[in-house]
């Protein structure tokens, strides 16, 4: 006899309560099989592909693309038999996390190992604030409807500030097309342009609706952590910001110099390489810049091994991974390791492990041209050091001016833990190193 069962959304990792629905793969009446991949998800750490633990037919999606989905409430309904096989894995396959433990599932039959049970009131929330009625059966009056358009096609309308609420949509599940939206895009240019917000335009405004000229993007997933994490840490730590230019003219003739060592063939050697192997021989020296604040246990915790994180900027944002036990890895395998990450990052494949257990980070702005900066510490860090862009400049070298390679370095940290003299001294090591790099040799 067939049952109908219903899936929870899982916990997908390290406490996190809520999953913003990027897409459906299924919709109701098709049939899936076990494992088969139903929808996709994006936490504030890493986009998630999760597979149904059932094998049947979909009966009931339980929330609409673009909510916000708390953990443990119900996401799809699927009519199996009774003999149907149901999923045992741990997790599904992309999160890389810890396995999660096994929760008891009163009055349900157990899916994955380590989804809950939804609790009473649990609600499905649209990205942006509102809270929608509890399932998408609920008459549409109830609640404005996320027009439904492939993530392609909504990174396209954002781009153009377009508003799919108001374009036709021809798809075979009512969605928007991209050929829907390339007219609605046509018939906007064709459209004089509007003079000064009218009073009805600010009342549409005041009620989130996007207007003539202005597009909203909902504070979601990785933006919105981070979000919450430079607060808290510019509100919580006190920060200090240093600065030093450098005479990187050598680091350059040794970089330039290794990319034709045989040794370094088919790596992809940078100057961060070379940055980020004087900040690991420099923390030999001080690893005071290498700790945490432990507020609740009143003590500061020095750390002897380094989890290097480098600032990467991602289709989803700003994130942070870390490349675990760099101290351990000698220029080659730090710079395949930085070429990885980057890789991974600018891909979207960052996962949550990457990203947890940081000591210490740098930030290479001088890729966007900057010179320099003072930037926040990322929680739970004594110190980010700020890489600036390289410039050839007028410089004294052995008593004339001549044209060198010149980069500003800038060393932002918690002056509960790391006092002047400590700071200085450590941004004065690595300026020593990139100055002289073959020091790399003799120190590390």
Avoid at 249 to 258: A, G, I, K, Q
Avoid at 288 to 295: E, F, K, Q, T, V
Avoid at 324 to 336: F, M, Q, S, T, V
Wanted: hydrophobic share 45%.
């Amino acid at each position: 006899m067939p049952t109908i069962e219903t899936f929870l959304l899982p916990d997908l990792g390290e406490g996190l309560t809520e999953a913003d629905l990027l897409s459906w793969s299924v919709a109701v009446g098709d049939t899936v099989e076990l494992n088969q991949i139903i929808a996709e998800v994006e936490t504030v750490k890493a986009s998630v592909e999760l597979p149904s633990p059932y094998a049947g037919t979909v009966v009931a999606l339980h929330a609409e693309e673009g909510w916000t989905v708390d953990v443990g409430s119900a996401f799809i309904d699927i009519e199996t038999d009774d003999d149907a096989v149901v999923s045992t894995s741990t997790s599904p396959a992309p999160i890389t996390t810890a396995v999660p433990t096994q929760k008891a599932a009163p009055e349900r039959t157990p899916v994955l190992v380590g989804y809950g049970v939804a609790e009473e009131g649990i609600s499905r929330r649209r990205r942006g604030g509102a809270t929608p009625t509890p399932t998408v059966e609920q008459p549409a009056a109830a609640v404005p409807r996320r027009p439904l358009a492939t993530p392609p096609v909504r990174f396209a309308a954002k781009k153009a500030g377009i508003d799919l609420a108001g374009v036709s949509a021809t798809g075979s599940r009512g969605q928007v097309t991209r050929a829907d939206l390339d007219l609605a895009m046509k018939n906007a240019a064709d459209t004089p342009a509007i003079g000064p917000i009218s009073a009805a335009a600010d009342a549409a405004a005041s009620t989130n609706q996007p207007v003539a000229g202005e597009t909203r993007t909902p504070i979601k997933g990785v933006r919105k952590h981070t979000a919450a994490a430079m607060v808290r840490s510019a509100f919580t730590a006190p920060h200090v910001t240093e600065f030093v230019d450098v005479d990187v003219t050598p680091m350059m003739e040794l970089v330039n110099s290794l990319r034709e060592n045989k040794h370094f063939a088919g790596v992809r050697l940078t100057p961060l390489a070379l940055v980020s192997k004087a900040l690991l021989v420099a923390l030999h020296t001080d690893p005071s810049l290498n700790s945490y604040w432990d507020d609740d246990a009143h003590e500061i915790v020095t750390k002897f091994y380094v989890n290097l994180g480098i600032a990467a900027a991602t289709p989803r944002g700003l994130m942070v991974p870390n490349i675990k036990n760099a101290h351990a890895l000698g220029l080659r395998e730090l710079a395949l390791a930085l070429s990885e990450l980057t890789r991974t990052a600018k891909d979207g494949k960052t996962g949550p492990a990457d990203l947890a257990d940081g000591t210490i980070t740098i930030t290479n702005v001088g890729v966007f041209g900057v010179d320099a900066g003072t930037p926040i510490l990322n929680p739970g860090e004594a110190a980010i050091l700020c890489f600036g862009s390289i410039r050839r400049r007028p410089w004294e070298h052995n008593g004339d001016i001549v044209l060198r390679s010149i980069t500003t370095l800038s060393l932002s940290f918690d002056h509960r833990l790391v006092d002047g003299e400590q700071g200085s001294k450590f941004l004065a090591a690595i300026a020593d190193i990139l100055s002289d790099p073959l020091s790399l040799i003799a120190l590390s």
